[in-house]
């Protein structure tokens, strides 16, 4: 096999030199990784840094000299090269295709033991858990440009070496080796360099490390395009008579800071010019050199908060109760942290880290949307100073890998981060939190492997043995009843009789079913359903390592916000047809008299949602998907256009129907847009911002536009979902919800849970200060449950409808879902193949349906799934290529068994796609 070059690169994995020791026994926390087992195990897959081969894992014998272990960086030959590898698992047996005289030895183990304890193990099991090969979750957890380059080199230690050593060494390799390092002015050499000139230069440098004459360490690489900033280091004494009394000043400076600093920190300090410094390297006094300067997000670079400091805050009883159960926990609990909007969760959790950072362990704060949280990014950095990280998918490539650099480095020990951050790879983990751990953006729905960070974050904190935090004011159901258990009491008729349109909805519907039309039924006693600690905040356990800890009330004694709930069928009787209604209207004036702010919220970016003939009812829809093209118009002087918001098609509106030619076209439905643009009409002096995923594409837009909002540089923050995530804002009183149906008349099963969580969430910015604050809610269906919760701040209520009708149709938390999704461009071909697994996987299930003889109390047979479909997605067509579902419901403590994807992908062509979806949020 020929290569295109020669090398003995490794992959880089540390920040600064890490030193290997090949040969010597590996240690790495006694059984933290697992018992040894009592035969060496002599086959181990890896993962080869070669272009090409990412896609795969290779096979190689373990040398019996050699103790190797899952994580383990690796000097293997790979063709008639050396290259770097990462051990990834062990096999018990070769694959029946690969003959044992094939299989070549691993040469060397460079780095012993990199990544944390158990880490491989999670990796592992994430990729048997969400179906998805393991390679898949490597690249998903390891950040871009992590396995860059970097060559492996040799030196001496000439400390150690006694002497005579050359006629101490029993091999000839060993004594060429330690000769030709003497001999180098550095006593430092590539491994490349000494493999090409001396013979069997392994078994050498293995005999010159055992009795550590030598260490092996991966220089740096340049790439990817690693930042050089020239430093300036203190090497003369500062009191010499030679020197003038603004020299001495700046070397004074220089010492004070530890002898090292950036030049241009430097310069700035000192208020001095480069040509003064240059004169100190003259003269001996300081060293200029080029150094690598790890690049810093603009997250950790902000506001002014994190310049000012931050003392802990005293405490709520309740946030204190809360604070000693969780300083109590030894070892691995989950622990629901229950806050009403404004209750001080934030506080909790970093009075929680500090003890675990003084125990120089590291801590893992996890956010659903890192740039949404810059209040947050900067508490901490106030709190904490530099000890943080910042790790998600809007850094740069070299950000995150600089960001990882310094985890594995050590030299940071709290990290903040979104979904991908869960992979992070701190030492000594102590705690994980999960603010709004609700929140769907935790859940990768797209790319395999399609893991919620929640249930990772729960095996990761079961493996580091810490606790595991999960804060919310609107928890999701899941996470609900796993810590509390079945409620208590039973459903009365009120609730069963409500449920009977949902039930026959949910039947008839397929895949997606009507839960949310089972919730307009008369409202029961929630009192009957809920545990008395639930209901008066006393902390308790509920299950095996599962706490409830209940914040019940805001911080400073503040009410929650009053909610007004307008019913805009009245508005348009009394002739109203603004978006605005006429309670909306008068807060609106109020809010610009009293030179207060607000939030109003609508669930749809763009101007309209479709643009309809008024003559024919023709809509426009994007050629490429079944969709309607939303009409977008950003201000007066901008073009019109047409945009689909699945496949990013775009179009000038035509002037006329291009089904029957009239020029009437109407814009139908409200966004972002066109909200702005009727404050424009009616309030021309409110300054309002645009919050929504139009304004926000930018690196750094979220916290720009946020910090005009906060330094009262507008009136009016105008945005969709993006608004009821990590928003404090104390100068906030009114919130307004502009159409509340759009989020309750989804058809999914989660539409009520996601419409009372977003409404909760928006109408809890309100009322964080000093003043009383207040929130209008429009709607067409004021009678909804969602809405009656939303209006009394009633989560418990809400809680027991959901789970309610969630059992009664075995939807999780009461079962588990796996989706499957068929797709490709030929309609038949698609259906055609969609069939044809379901043919496969309905035997396999053996379900009889709904009220069969074989199923439990809990309406599962035990050892098998429900099979619904195959049917079409909701949106059938998505950038031309068709969609179809095939839809299994399994008990929800059972373990699925299906067949791998690669099975099941080889039932269909080639040109037909299927992905697998293991516990999907969302059946659209």
Request: aromatic share 8%; net charge neutral; glycine share 10%.
């Amino acid at each position: 096999m020929q290569y295109e070059f020669e090398t003995s690169d490794l992959p880089l994995f540390s920040q600064g030199t890490a030193v290997a020791e090949p040969g010597r026994d590996y240690d790495a926390g006694g059984n933290d990784r697992g018992e040894r087992p009592e035969e060496p195990r002599q086959w181990i897959e890896v993962l080869v840094d070669y272009p090409g081969t990412e896609e795969k894992l290779f096979t190689y014998r373990v040398p019996p000299e050699l103790e190797v272990q899952p994580g383990d960086i690796l000097s293997v030959p790979f063709g008639a090269q050396q290259l770097g590898a990462i051990a990834v698992r062990f096999q018990e047996r070769l694959p029946a295709s690969l003959p044992e005289n094939r299989v070549r030895n691993i040469e060397d183990r460079v780095i012993a033991g990199y990544f944390p304890p158990n880490y491989w193990q999670l990796l592992e099991r994430v990729a048997e858990y969400y179906y998805a090969p393991l390679l898949q979750v490597i690249r998903t957890a390891l950040p871009p440009g992590l396995l860059a380059r970097s060559q492996r080199r040799i030196r001496l230690k000439p400390d150690d070496i006694p002497p005579g050593a050359v006629e101490l060494l029993r091999g000839q390799a060993a004594r060429q080796i330690l000769t030709m390092l003497e001999s180098q002015k550095n006593g430092d050499y590539s491994w490349k360099y000494l493999r090409g000139k001396v013979r069997n230069a392994a078994s050498g440098l293995r005999e010159l490390s055992k009795r550590e004459w030598v260490e092996s360490y991966l220089e740096e690489p340049k790439t990817p395009n690693a930042q050089l900033k020239s430093a300036t280091i203190l090497v003369g004494s500062a009191n010499d008579p030679d020197l003038t009394l603004r020299q001495r000043e700046i070397l004074q400076v220089l010492r004070r800071r530890g002898g090292e600093l950036w030049t241009s920190e430097l310069l700035q300090i000192c208020h001095t010019s480069s040509s003064t410094l240059k004169t100190l390297e003259k003269k001996g006094y300081v060293v200029m050199s080029q150094q690598e300067k790890l690049r810093t997000p603009a997250d950790l670079r902000g506001g002014g908060a994190s310049q000012q400091g931050d003392a802990p805050k005293t405490l709520t009883p309740a946030q204190r109760g809360a604070l000693e159960v969780i300083n109590s926990l030894d070892g691995y609990a989950q622990v629901l942290l229950h806050g009403v909007t404004g209750s001080g969760k934030t506080e909790v959790y970093m009075q929680a880290i500090a003890p675990v950072i003084e125990q120089r362990k590291s801590a893992l704060v996890l956010v659903p949307e890192i740039g949404l949280t810059p209040q947050l990014t900067d508490r901490f950095l106030a709190r904490f100073g530099d000890k943080i990280a910042i790790y998600h998918s809007n850094l740069s490539q070299g950000e995150r890998y600089d960001s990882w650099r310094t985890m594995l480095g050590g030299t940071v020990q709290i990290v903040i981060g979104t979904r991908s951050a869960i992979f992070a790879p701190l030492p000594n983990l102590g705690i994980i939190v999960l603010d709004e751990e609700f929140d769907s953006s935790y859940k990768e729905e797209q790319r395999s492997p399609t893991y919620h960070a929640r249930t990772v974050a729960k095996w990761r904190a079961e493996l580091a043995n810490c606790p595991l935090i999960l804060g919310s004011a609107t928890p999701s159901l899941e996470t609900w009843l796993e810590v509390n258990g079945e409620v208590n009491g039973e459903i009365t008729g009120g609730l069963s009789g409500g449920l009977t349109g949902g039930l026959a909805g949910g039947l008839a519907g397929g895949l997606t079913g009507g839960l949310t039309g089972g919730l307009t039924g008369d409202r029961f006693d929630s009192e009957l359903l809920l545990s008395r600690q639930a209901k008066t905040g006393q902390p308790k356990t509920s299950k095996a390592n599962s706490y409830y800890l209940s914040l019940p009330e805001r911080i400073h004694g503040r009410q929650m916000p009053s909610v007004e709930v307008v019913d805009m069928r009245q508005e348009l009787r009394r002739g109203n047809r603004s978006i605005f209604s006429q309670s909306l209207q008068e807060a609106l004036h109020q809010l610009q008299e009293r030179r207060q702010q607000g939030i109003l919220f609508i669930h749809r970016r763009g101007h309209s949602t479709f643009v309809s003939c008024r003559s024919c009812g023709y809509v426009m829809e994007c050629p490429h998907c079944d969709v309607s093209l939303s009409y977008h118009h950003n201000h007066q002087e901008a073009t019109e256009r047409l945009l689909c918001h699945y496949c990013g098609y775009t179009q000038l509106p035509p002037g006329q129907c291009p089904s029957c030619g009239s020029r009437y076209f109407k814009h139908f439905g409200s966004g972002t847009q066109k909200v702005v643009e009727q404050l424009a009409k009616h309030f021309p002096q409110l300054r309002p911002i645009r919050f929504d995923s139009d304004t926000t594409r930018t690196k750094g837009s979220h916290r720009q536009l946020l910090t005009r909002f906060a330094n009262q540089q507008a009136d009016l923050l105008i945005g969709t979902q993006m608004l009821t995530k990590g928003l404090d804002l104390p100068q906030v009183t009114l919130v307004g919800v502009i159409a509340a149906d759009g989020l309750l008349n989804l058809a999914e099963y989660r539409a009520a849970e996601r419409a009372f969580q977003t409404l909760s969430q928006v109408v809890g910015r309100a009322g964080r200060g000093d003043e009383p604050g207040r929130a209008i809610v429009q709607t067409y269906t004021p009678e909804h449950p969602v809405i009656r919760a939303v209006q009394s701040h009633d989560y418990e209520s809400f809680v027991a409808m959901e789970l309610a009708a969630r059992s009664a149709l075995n939807y999780p938390p009461y079962g588990r879902l796996v989706l499957l999704g068929i797709s490709g461009r030929d309609y038949q071909l698609v259906r055609s193949s969609a069939e044809r697994l379901a043919g496969v996987l309905r035997p396999l299930g053996q379900n009889t349906g709904f009220g069969s003889p074989d199923f439990g109390s809990s309406g599962f047979n035990q050892n098998t799934y429900e099979l619904l479909g195959p049917a079409p997605a909701g949106i059938m067509r998505i950038a031309n290529r068709y969609r179809w579902q095939i839809l299994l419901k399994f008990p929800p403590d059972v373990a699925i068994a299906l067949p791998s994807l690669e099975e099941l992908r080889a039932y269909c062509p080639t040109e037909i796609s299927v992905t697998m979806n293991v516990d999907p949020l969302s059946l659209a």
